[in-house]
């Protein structure tokens, strides 16, 4: 009996590759993924990796055939290989509920959104520079990988359980997505200069250039009432009937 070999295709990733390293697998923009099969349903519903909150996760490194950290991999990258991995495996439509109500649509005219290289300040070096318009302060910062949203999640959890009634997640995310202020590299004063000296409107400015210029996939639809939703991915993604 012949070696059967499982279909595969390859996936453009959002980044183009020009956020990593020139050693690293992903710097190429692009990865190799198989057809999911009952392995891959198994792991979705094992209930351990539910609990833990990494089956995701775990669904990739089954999915990838490109030999990659998945902890390196960039939010908008991820979700490309998601979406990717839904439509090979269960088909290009998808139905979600938002306010009561079902909607279809169709994974595969979900685009990559257009990404200036020219806003890195190096090639494979996941940095940009950006000056905040109230202060005029000059920042640089890194779009955060799958690493840095662990250790985002593990310090918001740590700080909660000396105080219960804070809610540090926006601090924290910038904390760990500045590198630099004023050409000054210091982690304990970039972590001072969020709790005391980031000006609101700053701060404000800062998330809308992030979230109108970090590679993605453009995962908002019109719905039919005109209404603008962003799909939400989650277990029910990838199969309706968990």
Known sequence: MSEFKFPTE???????????????????GRVEIKYMTAKEEDILTNQSYIQKGNVLDKLLESLLVTKIKIDDLIVGDKNAILIAARILGYG??????????????????????????NLLITRGVNEFSYTLPHSGINITYKILTGKDEKSIEAEIKGLKKLNKEISPELSTRLKHMIT??????????IREFVDNQFLAMDSRAFRNHIRDTQPDVDMKVILDSGEEVTIPIGLSFFWPDI
């Open 92 to 117: 290009k439509e998808y139905e979600f509920t938002y306010e009561d109500e079902t909607h279809t649509v169709d994974l595969s005219l979900l685009d990559n959104r257009e990404f200036d290289e």
């Open 180 to 189: 630099s202020v004023g050409g000054d590299t210091d982690i304990k004063k």
């Open 10 to 28: 390859t996936i453009e990733l959002p980044s183009k590759g020009l956020v990593y390293s020139e050693d690293n697998p992903l710097s190429s």
